[in-house]
T-cell receptor
Framework: RKEVEQDPGPFNVPEGATVAFNCTYS??????FFWYRQDCRKEPKLLMS???SGNEDGRFTAQLNRASQYISLLIRDSKLSDSATYLC????????????FGQGTILTVHP | SQTIHQWPATLVQPVGSPLSLECTVE??????LYWYRQAAGRGLQLLFY??????ISSEVPQNLSASRPQDRQFILSSKKLLLSDSGFYLC?????????????FGDGTRLSIL
């Protein structure tokens, strides 16, 4: 089993659609969680941290379920510019801040 | 604000040649520093991390080495490149209390070995 597993995608959605990505992680001692976005041939960029109570940033909502070891990202009112690969990222609690990255889910938003 | 610089952006090298990629961070002190590689169509693989000057830990055995000669400088090297060293190399930093902090990436170096 992979340490961080994501929906394989790809997701192809029209502008304005709502899309949700799921992610599961294997280590129950995991301490922190993030969603990153990576555009084609670019570096990953932090989209948002994921907090235990869930959190929202504009059109993006992240949820964490520690009991099920599950993280989600919801994007509302999709824009063309949301097209990218979304990476689920987990810190399993190492002192040096090692992050474990999922393979990513490709999202394409079309007109 | 903190910034991270990585160069060169692209590099084409022959098999057997040496390599030196450099990364510097500005606007923070004593960051944790990381080197990753991303092969085409694959996920990010952590190669090295450093929690301080001269302190380097390797995550996977390989043909590469890393050094941290100054607090905010991280260098990735190889004496003789292999074809399998091709990929997208990313440097990243995180702040003090790194166990719950995100990492921030440089623009990356796209390395092609011929």
């Amino acid at each position: 089993r992979k340490e961080v597993e994501q929906d394989p995608g790809p997701f192809n959605v029209p502008e304005g659609a709502t899309v949700a990505f799921n992610c599961t992680y294997s280590n129950s001692a995991s301490q922190s969680f993030f969603w990153y976005r990576q555009d084609c041939r670019k570096e990953p960029k932090l989209l948002m941290s994921v907090y235990s109570s869930g959190n929202e940033d504009g059109r993006f909502t992240a949820q964490l379920n520690r009991a099920s070891q599950y993280i989600s990202l919801l994007i509302r009112d999709s824009k063309l510019s949301d097209s990218a690969t979304y990476l689920c990222v987990v810190n399993f609690g190492t002192s040096y801040g090692k992050l474990t990255f999922g393979q990513g889910t490709i999202l394409t938003v079309h007109p | 604000s903190q910034t991270i610089h990585q160069w060169p952006a692209t590099l084409v090298q022959p098999v057997g040649s040496p390599l030196s990629l450099e990364c510097t961070v500005e606007g923070t002190s004593n960051p944790n520093l990381y080197w990753y590689r991303q092969a085409a169509g694959r996920g990010l693989q952590l190669l090295f991390y450093s929690v301080g000057i001269g302190q380097i830990s390797s995550e996977v055995p390989q043909n590469l080495s890393a050094s941290r000669p100054q607090d905010r400088q991280f260098i990735l090297s190889s004496k003789k490149l292999l074809l399998s060293d091709s990929g997208f190399y990313l440097c990243a930093w995180s702040g003090v209390g790194a166990s719950n902090q995100p990492q921030h990436f440089g623009d990356g170096t796209r390395l092609s070995i011929l």
